[in-house]
């Protein structure tokens, strides 16, 4: 992502990108877009608000860079459930993803995408509406991937490509607001297995 030899105004800079990246992708996992501060941001980055501006920008373009290091990361599980051989494969992996995901860690269960826009100021529209772009793009991708399942006839001719795309993304989500409220992989697991036991396109 990143070249840690790279050079601002002739200089280099005395820090690894890719793991400040981490760290802000981290803070910004656990405080949301809003809550996190330049202070929190560039004392977990380790560097000077300087280096960050020149590094990644202001603080909105910090968060896309970190937003695209977590869909590329902790959440690449959404891509690869794409590519399941059946619709209910792709569902079980999803939802099975996304427990995994919400609970990784104790300092900051849920999801990034969720965390990162629960506050809508002004100051955190650009965050708030990118982070709904990014979940309507998952969205119509899975729409996408349930129709492919009709066309080729692994999902029954009548069903709804929209809908059930809709349905596994809201259980997802759900998961993950459960997991920022604190339920455990265990119990987050229990709500995935009783949507896919309803499983009927």
Known sequence: MGDSRSTVMGRPREFDIDEALERAMQVFWERGYEGATLSDLTGAMGITKTSMY?????KEQLFRRALE???EGPASYATRALE???????????????VRTTTLSEDHPGCLT???????????????????????????RLEERFQRAVDEGDLPRDADPGRLARYIM??????????????GHDELQDIADMA????QP
Do not use: K
């Open 69 to 71: 290091r977590y869909a």
């Open 196 to 199: 896919l036991r309803s499983w």
């Open 54 to 58: 020149a590094a990644f920008g202001n």
């Open 114 to 140: 969720v965390q990162g826009a629960l506050a809508a100021s002004d100051g955190g529209r650009p965050a708030h509406d990118l982070l709904v772009g990014w979940r309507n793009d998952a969205s119509l």
């Open 84 to 98: 399941e051989p059946t619709a209910r494969g792709v569902a079980e992996a999803l939802l099975r993803g996304a």
């Open 170 to 183: 809201a259980v997802a989500f759900g998961i993950a607001v459960q997991a920022a409220g604190g339920l």
